[in-house]
């Protein structure tokens, strides 16, 4: 018997539903804890994932971090001239003795990669947290998205300006940069374990390929010692004393700053490390452990190639080279390959930078799909589908396209908002672990990543100063992150939000009393507790709704302690008070949530509709729709109404609201 199309077309949308939403159920059911990560995290958007070795997950984040020798030694002889290999020798001892004991206390402190925002998050309750969070997550999102664009924006120069495909590609630098985005996205929505893979390889082709471009220009450096010679002459009359030269390193290091990019991801791509058998979510030790061994291995590694890339590119390239529209501008060590190892090795070391330059994205990638849903989804400021890979993927894909369309796809109109990401999210980071220490009673760790908080906050105020459009980028996606969570959570505002409900033995006994007749609860806000309130309470309540004097009628009383959470387990107690008045007391962060979350627990468990008796608050509506919103009171009665219509589409089930 044929299908009709009409029958087809809803068969492909529930498929298509059902594909991009694979993972989100697994995510939200085991959001918090190891095997939750390690389902959501997985190889594929389906969960099935255990973990990866740290050295292939540093091969992810490496992306990011390795990619800047593709612009990192150009960057350092244009800042600065011939203190090139010492300014990076600076960048090395700041990274080594700064930005790695930093990550690798966040690493301990915060293992499910959460990084340095989790570590803030806990010092300010309340919306000032939130607001906190989502202004750090703006600067999160201005590295990471920014690492997509112009990284991508890079590859597609490298490609451009490849002698050989100049002629064919010249002034396609857009729409290439826009594809190479594209197939980025693809990548993700193919499965995770594809982008680990294809990291792993692309990572030890590239090195591969610097080490061989590393080594001849050292041999070319000692087939011909006089570039030594006239170099340190030329700095010595440059700067006369190696302090004067220290110093201004140190002047012109917040400019190398972009060489310390990758410890941020490599932090926010925890969840993806194998940890030991005997890992425990309060304790994952093999995590942290080979979290570490990524940090330090990566840091070490790049050190090595900064160091050498930097020497042999100031001693072997004429400085006129490294300006705008030289042959060595953003592309010192390509610059050095085609020279010295002829084009066909030239091209493939610009094919494997192309790669490395394009697939940079990944790590940032992996870094937001960790992030974002661990944060937005539990504040209410982001749907349900936010938790779920593939549509994020498609999100941040789109949004990709946009900034590198306002941005024409430079390189350098992007810097600034990047570097500004990099270096506020590694400040804070150095912040929360000085407050860590000091809060543990750490006094020499306190005072050293005291000091290192210090330099990190004055390479990001000179950094803003001379370049003050990264903070205005930043301010965008600040003000962008604000705006669309807001709007979520209002949205959302009158959904059930309470993830679970548990009842003490009283609560339980309450209930189990009512199975053969209707409970009937009033809704009431405690002050003194003493036995007048409560008696005038039944009587008023008696009144207003006509209820006959023999029915029983149990209280219950919520306490918000915290309205700005959004999703939260409720606990609920039972007691006797006055040796006659049943109460239930709840804790919530939104009363309307919890009655209503109680009220469908009772009919679930007894199988009669419970009786909701509230009174009108006294006020403006829109004032206490604002309170509720902010603090989770206001007027109870039609917002508890309005949640149950969401939660039980059928007023033959739904609990029953009175309003006296």
């Known amino acids: 018997m044929p299908v009709s199309p009409e029958e087809v077309a809803p ?35 389906h969960g099935g994932h255990q973990g990866q070795s740290w050295w292939r997950v540093m091969c992810l984040t490496g992306l990011d971090y ?6 990192q030694p150009g960057i350092a002889a244009l800042a600065a001239g011939l203190l090139s290999p010492i300014a990076t020798i600076v960048l090395v001892l700041v990274t080594l003795f700064g930005a790695l004991p930093v990550y690798r206390r966040v690493a301990k402190e915060s293992p499910r990669g959460e990084g340095s925002i989790a570590m803030l998050e806990r010092l300010l309750p309340f919306w000032k947290g939130k607001l906190f969070v989502l202004a750090l997550l703006g600067f999160a999102a201005t590295d990471f998205i920014i690492t997509i664009t112009l990284s991508a924006a890079d590859a597609s120069a490298h490609l451009v300006e490849n002698p050989h495909l100049t002629s064919v590609l010249g002034g396609k630098q857009m729409l290439i940069t826009l594809i190479l985005v594209a197939l980025l996205g693809a990548v993700f929505l193919k499965g995770f374990s594809e982008a680990i893979g294809l990291a792993v390889g692309l990572v030890g082709i590239y090195l591969a390929l610097n080490v061989v471009v590393v080594a001849v220009g050292l041999w070319k450096i000692i087939q011909a010692p006089h570039v030594v010679t006239d170099w340190s002459g030329a700095l010595t009359a440059e ?7 220290i110093g201004v390193s140190l002047v012109v290091f917040p400019k190398l700053a972009l060489g310390m990019s990758g410890f941020e991801t490599g932090v926010a791509v925890m969840p993806h490390i194998k940890g030991d058998a005997d890992d425990t979510e309060k304790n994952p030790v093999g995590r942290i452990r080979g979290t570490r061994k990524l940090l330090t291995t990566a840091a070490v590694i790049m050190s090595a190639f900064l160091i050498t890339t930097s020497f042999i590119c100031t001693l072997l390239i004429p400085a006129k080279e490294f300006e705008d529209g030289g042959q060595a501008n953003g592309r010192a060590l390509a610059f050095l390959a085609h020279q010295y190892l002829g084009g066909t090795f030239g091209s493939a070391y610009d094919l494997s930078t192309i790669a490395i330059l394009w697939f940079a994205g990944a790590s ?36 990709g396209f946009l900034i590198t369309w306002l941005f024409d796809a430079n390189v350098d109109a992007q810097g600034g908002a990047y570097a500004t990401g990099v270096l506020v999210l590694i400040s804070s980071a150095a912040i929360a672990v000085t407050i860590a220490a000091y809060k543990k009673r750490e006094r020499g760790w306190t005072i050293a990543f005291g000091v290192i908080s210090v330099v990190f906050l004055y390479t990001t105020v000179i950094n803003t100063m001379e370049r003050p459009d990264g903070v205005k980028i930043g301010a965008c996606f600040i003000a962008g992150i604000i705006l669309v ?12 939000r309470v993830t679970d409900v548990v009842l003490d033995e009283t609560a339980e006994r309450f209930i189990r009393d009512y199975a053969h007749r209707p409970l009937r609860l009033i809704a009431n806000e405690p002050t003194q507790r003493d036995i007048a309130e409560y008696r005038d309470k039944i009587r008023q309540i008696r009144a207003d709704n006509d209820i006959p004097g023999e029915d029983d009628l149990v209280f219950v009383e919520v306490t918000v302690r915290d309205a700005s959470d959004f999703e939260s387990e409720l606990t609920v107690r039972g007691e006797v008070l006055h040796g006659r ?25 007894t199988g009669q509709r419970p009786h909701l008796y509230f009174e009108w608050t006294e006020g403006n509506p829109f004032a206490q729709f604002l309170r509720f ?30 309003v006296g």
């Open 581 to 605: 008045y049943r109460v239930l007391t709840l804790e919530s962060s939104s009363v309307p949530n919890a009655i209503a979350a109680l009220a469908l627990t009772v009919r679930d468990r």
């Open 239 to 245: 700067h006369g004393n190696v302090f004067v030269m």
């Open 364 to 399: 940032a990638m992996a870094g937001m799909l960790n992030l974002l849903p661990r944060y937005l989804p539990r504040y209410g400021m982001a749907p349900h589908w936010a938790r779920a890979v593939r549509p994020m993927v498609i999100v941040l894909t789109f949004v």
């Open 66 to 71: 390795f990619s800047t020798l593709g612009y």
């Open 485 to 496: 969570s807001l709007l979520s959570r209002l949205k959302r505002a009158f959904e059930l």
């Open 11 to 45: 068969s492909a949308r529930i498929r298509l539903r059902n594909w991009l939403l694979a993972d989100a159920s697994v995510a939200k059911d085991t959001q918090g804890d190891q095997e939750g990560q390690e389902g959501q995290d997985g190889g594929d958007a």
């Open 629 to 658: 919103f902010l603090f989770g009171q206001g007027e109870v009665a039609p917002v508890t109404r309005e949640v149950l219509r969401e939660a039980e589409p059928d007023r033959t089930r739904r609990p029953r609201v009175h």
